[in-house]
T-cell receptor, first 113, second 115 residues
Framework: DQQVKQNSPSLSVQEGRISILNCDYT??????FLWYKKYPAEGPTFLIS?????DKNEDGRFTVFLNKSAKHLSLHIVPSQPGDSAVYFC????????????FGQGTELSVKP | ETGVTQTPRHLVMGMTNKKSLKCEQH?????MYWYKQSAKKPLELMFV???????ENNSVPSRFSPECPNSSHLFLHLHTLQPEDSALYLC??????????????FGNGTRLTVT
């Protein structure tokens, strides 16, 4: 049973436009959500996070939105740049379940010049 | 440079071999993790060590044996693996298990191929 799902394996966007990456979860106990970015031949790097007490967190070009009622999370990148091309992983954890991070399967973003 | 170094970067081994993966972190963290990433699948947590004590074994087969001699070093000993164990093995660390203000820092992984 996959508790965190990224249903789009890939996404292609034009440089300068908005990239929207989506993530759905099933465990209502999740209270902390993160996005990681992974380039080929490198490990994932932390990008941005959000606590369940918020519905939006912004850091420069990156904004994460949380819709708890829909159990849906999204990452917006605007404007998109070719250097943003990578695999993006959504992850979630529940404090009362030991804080174990559950990852989605990733979405490969390609930003075309 | 992530502060988490994994060696080797690539490893090819036969099913009867014994090998070890090494991870070292220079971030002063107290929790270290082994993750497995198979193609097109989510990262799967294998083991967690917090202050050198193993706090989680995520139903990993005994042919994988972790070792954490101190908070900076983590090993994964491999013995009689199967071809389906071929994957990217990632080490990660953070300040403390369950510390929400300390995201995981990952190494670049070891790409393991079992023949």
């Amino acid at each position: 049973d996959q508790q965190v799902k990224q249903n789009s394996p890939s996404l292609s966007v034009q440089e300068g436009r908005i990239s929207i990456l989506n993530c759905d979860y099933t465990n209502s106990m999740f209270d902390y959500f993160l996005w990681y970015k992974k380039y080929p031949a490198e490990g994932p790097t932390f990008l941005i996070s959000i606590s369940s007490i918020k519905d939006k967190n912004e850091d420069g070009r990156f904004t994460v939105f949380l819709n708890k009622s829909a159990k849906h999370l999204s990452l917006h990148i605007v404007p998109s740049q070719p250097g943003d091309s990578a695999v993006y992983f959504c992850a979630a954890s529940a404090n009362n379940q030991g804080g174990k991070l559950i990852f989605g399967q990733g979405t490969e973003l390609s930003v075309k010049p | 440079e992530t502060g988490v170094t994994q060696t080797p970067r690539h490893l090819v081994m036969g099913m009867t071999n014994k090998k070890s993966l090494k991870c070292e972190q220079h971030l002063g963290h107290n929790a270290m993790y082994w993750y497995k990433q198979s193609a097109k699948k989510p990262l799967e947590l294998m083991f967690v060590y917090n202050f050198k004590e193993q706090t989680e074994n995520n139903s990993v087969p005994s042919r994988f044996s972790p070792e954490c001699p101190n908070s900076s070093h983590l090993f994964l000993h491999l013995h009689t693996l199967q071809p389906e164990d071929s994957a990217l093995y990632l080490c990660a660390s953070n300040r403390d298990r369950g510390d929400y203000n300390s995201p995981l820092h990952f190494g670049n992984g070891t790409r393991l191929t079992v023949t």
